[in-house]
């Protein structure tokens, strides 16, 4: 299971802890800065009673919004972490870099594809309960985690999804559905993002073999 894999493998190897911490210490400060900043602004005039429901919305509906606006530039941010498991594995490193317009086109892209996917999911909740959630985040999950791998071999967002979805095997379902319900867990998403993305780097090499 390469989700669990991956972190298996970041956690047992420190070259690989300064790559995975800057970037993440960088998401917490993010993460903190702008819930003080939202609460304050929208939740220090509230009533009571409309404070204890605007904190339990904050607890639970903010890390999925953070993780669902953050992951769609995960490819940018992580891409030296993943570029250095790949050289922990065998040596060497296929780098195809993409033009910065084209860079910040499948950005966009993502951005798009992700909240498209979590309005869907949202709307299909009252019929599908949190089976639309789990499988909206893994979709999601599938194609961020993989995507540095596949950026740096030119692969964007279209032929990424065409090789991970054509036919996917258990390694895919299995890391989407492991990245999926770690991400709807709040703050646990945001703690095991390095390791999902050396976990992805792996899965998205074994698809391209």
């Known amino acids: 299971m390469d989700a669990l894999k991956g972190i298996g493998l970041l956690l ?6 300064p790559l995975a911490l800057v970037p993440g210490l960088i998401a917490l400060v993010l993460y903190v800065l702008l819930g003080v900043i939202g609460w304050q602004r929208y939740g ?7 404070r204890i429901a605007a904190l339990l919305l904050y ?15 995960l ?13 922990l594995l065998d040596g060497t490193v296929l780098d195809c870099p993409l033009k910065p317009l084209s860079l910040f086109g499948d950005t966009c ?20 309960g949190s089976v639309a959630g789990v499988c909206g985040a893994g979709l999601i999950s599938l194609l961020d985690y993989t995507s540095p791998a596949f950026l740096r ?3 964007t967002l279209g032929p990424q999804a065409g090789l991970l979805l054509k036919k996917p095997d258990i390694y895919t379902l299995s890391f989407a559905a492991v990245a999926g319900l770690l991400s709807l867990v709040p703050f646990l998403g945001l703690f095991f993002a390095p390791g999902l993305i050396v976990g992805g780097t792996l899965l998205a090499r074994r698809r391209l073999q």
């Open 109 to 128: 892209k993502r951005l798009l594809l992700n909240g498209s996917i979590c309005v869907l999911a949202f709307a299909l909740g009252p019929v599908l």
């Open 12 to 17: 047992k190897t420190p070259r690989l802890w």
């Open 44 to 50: 220090a005039g509230l009533e009571d009673g409309a």
């Open 59 to 73: 607890l639970v509906l903010f890390p999925f919004a953070f993780y669902l606006l953050g992951s769609s530039f």
């Open 153 to 155: 071999r030119g692969t």
């Open 75 to 87: 490819g940018v941010v992580f891409d030296p972490l993943s570029r250095e498991t790949e050289r």
